[in-house]
């Protein structure tokens, strides 16, 4: 029988096959034709596209903040990922996983099983993100202690405790990477004149972003749009540019985790206290995040390993012993 695990991110789509590991780690992005809403490219290809397309093609991103935007879209986008995974095997339908965010509503969870089935699904099952990141980062989520995960993706912050296989306490905030690129946007327009595209922002973030001042800041060159003049202009940012200009956005970011710990039985907060906090997702590897959480909450922080694919793995193993994780899973089809 086929499986495959699906992370359905904000920004990115990652594809698990049992026994054949991650096979897909491609951009949610579906570059649509106007005129007849024909699907022209999917992925990279699309994500290539954004900000350079004529007024015939969009370039746009089906999924906001982890839940669906556009449902058509994100079920032509479902069945090229599945397509793709499982190749030629058309003969027989997979049963699917897919991850979502621990805050989902229930008509939000019908609309990804309905895409899911849509695009040739047998099964669909649904598991919620902080549970399957637990899982791929190899904590032991059915022991009777609590472990406490931060999954911060492209669109959404999930923070959850989670004991004997279930969320005990959980949040989840629009906290993530697009936030985090379009803060350094922002800042860069106020306080250099200079206009940046996302996807600059974005290589700002990775090559100089710190969520703390660092001792030797980092420094890169940007190139932008001057704000009067309107002509291309380059200038330099440094990590503690970043570093101010994300300020608010971790601010938010650490409310919410306290807040959680505050809705978190003391026996677990205890447990929390003694092994620390792990976080995953592709936005845990901004640089010192893990040192400011540690600052802020007082309790040791690690990043898992491979941040970016724990979700993907999880939702794999999970599918894999469908039997053990039967209480995590939410309904199914």
Do not use: W
């Not at 805050?103 to 695009?119: F, H, K, W």
């Not at 004991?163 to 905030?173: C, K, P, R």
């Not at 936030?179 to 922002?201: H, N, P, T």
């Amino acid at each position: 029988m086929k499986k495959v695990g699906i992370d359905l991110g904000t920004t990115n789509i990652l594809v698990f096959v049992p026994k054949r590991g991650i096979v897909i780690n491609e951009p949610s992005v579906v570059a649509i034709s106007k005129g007849d809403g024909k699907i022209l490219a999917v992925g990279g290809e699309a994500k290539e596209m954004i900000g350079r397309t004529p007024d015939t093609i969009i370039a746009e991103r089906p999924l906001k903040d982890g839940v669906i935007a556009s449902y058509k879209t994100t079920e032509a986008m479902l069945r090229y990922f599945i397509n793709k995974a499982i190749g030629g095997m058309r003969l027989f339908r997979p049963e699917v996983m897919v991850a979502v965010p621990a805050g989902i509503t229930s008509t939000e969870r019908r609309a990804v099983i309905d895409a899911a089935m849509a695009a040739g699904a047998k099964a669909a099952y649904i598991i919620k993100e902080p549970i399957v990141a637990a899982i791929g980062a190899d904590i032991p989520i059915g022991s009777a202690s609590g472990h406490m995960i931060i999954d911060i993706g492209g669109g959404t912050a999930e923070i959850a405790v989670i004991s004997l296989g279930g969320i005990v306490s959980v949040g989840s905030v629009r906290i993530g990477g697009n936030k985090f690129d379009q803060s350094i946007a922002e800042y860069v327009r106020r306080k250099y004149g200079l206009a940046i595209g996302d996807r600059s922002a974005e290589e700002a973030k990775i090559s100089v972003g710190s969520a703390m001042f660092m001792d030797q800041p980092l420094s890169m060159e940007v190139k932008g749009r001057d704000m009067i003049s309107g002509l291309p202009r380059t200038i330099k940012i440094t990590s503690d540019d970043t570093t101010e200009a994300l300020q608010h956005d971790l601010e938010g970011l650490v409310e919410a985790v306290k807040d959680v710990l505050h809705k978190t039985p003391p026996e677990l907060s205890a447990d929390v206290m003694d092994k620390g906090i792990i976080m995953s997702g592709g936005s845990s590897q901004l640089r010192n995040l893990d040192e400011l959480i540690a600052q802020a909450i007082g309790v040791a922080t690690y990043v898992a390993e491979e941040p970016l694919l724990c979700v993907a793995k999880g939702t794999g193993i999970a599918l894999e012993n469908l039997d053990n994780y039967k209480r995590s899973v939410l309904a199914t089809k």
